[in-house]
């Protein structure tokens, strides 16, 4: 029911930068949790950033430094400014968002992906 529409991938060449959106739509009482993750072409999906509530944020030991994961709290938004980039960056990119959705009887947990926007980088 929590729709998550994505933007700003593209093809970039390395050292470059890109600035992707997600932005959580549906009837949300509250989100604790958001975050990226890639998958890359025979592997396994794996996490890039999160960011909770509280502005707590989590990075993988491979984007440190040269990714930021920042949010909109009002605007149920969250950002992932990607700087440096270099080939093995290339992987479609995925977010997550976990909260509460109002419920029948009572808020519900939810726990919705997006639907991916690709980032190449590539000379």
């Known amino acids: 029911q929590v729709q998550l529409v994505e933007s700003g991938g593209g093809l970039v060449h390395p050292g470059g930068s890109l600035r992707l959106s997600c932005a959580a739509r549906g009837n949300i009482v509250s989100i604790y949790n958001m975050g990226w993750y890639r998958r890359a072409p025979g592997k396994q999906r794996e996490l890039v950033a999160t960011i909770d509530a509280s502005d707590n944020q989590n990075y993988a030991d491979f984007v440190k430094g040269r990714f930021t994961i920042s949010r909109d709290g009002a605007k149920n938004t969250v950002f992932l400014e990607m700087n440096s980039l270099k080939p093995e960056d290339t992987a479609v990119y995925y977010c997550?968002?976990?909260?509460?959705?109002?419920?029948?009887?009572?808020?519900?947990?939810?726990?919705?992906w997006g639907q991916g926007t690709q980032v190449t980088v590539s000379s």
């Open positions: 997550n968002a976990k909260g509460y959705i109002v419920g029948p009887a009572r808020s519900a947990e939810f726990n919705s």
